[in-house]
């Protein structure tokens, strides 16, 4: 990628096993003071914590919001009657009761 490559050449060798993270959050900066380094871990939590993951409602390939998932989880509709009346898959109503997905709702 051209960011590793920028930083390689102006910079020195980029930490083995380590990812070429971006401070400004921009996937194309190739700005070598914008780069820190970590293991993908590291990188996943930066992402989360500064919130640039499109779960839920963020996603656009999703179909139900916030408040459905929380009257899905305290409904006592069967899984199959659920999954009609959301227009999901009973798979996608068990997942959201056991908490499987859309964790980051309360």
């Known amino acids: 990628m051209a960011h590793r490559a920028v930083y390689e050449t102006e910079v020195g060798p980029i930490p083995a096993g380590l990812d070429a993270c971006?401070?400004?959050?921009?996937?194309?900066?190739?700005?070598?003071?914008?780069?820190?380094?970590?293991?993908?871990?590291?990188?996943?939590?930066?992402?989360?914590?500064?919130?640039?993951?499109?779960r839920?409602?963020?996603?656009?390939?999703?179909?139900?919001?916030?408040t459905d998932v929380l009257n899905i989880r305290a409904g006592t509709t069967s899984m199959n009657a659920a999954a009609k009346i959301y227009g999901v898959s009973r798979q996608t109503i068990s997942e959201i009761r056991r908490r499987k997905t859309w964790q980051h709702v309360e």
């Not at 971006?22 to 871990?41: E, M, S, W, Y």
């Not at 839920?56 to 916030?66: A, D, F, H, I, V």
């Open 56 to 66: 839920g409602e963020r996603n656009n390939k999703s179909s139900l919001t916030e």
């Open 22 to 54: 971006h401070r400004c959050d921009v996937p194309l900066c190739v700005n070598p003071a914008h780069i820190f380094f970590g293991t993908q871990r590291d990188n996943n939590r930066d992402r989360d914590a500064k919130r640039r993951t499109a």
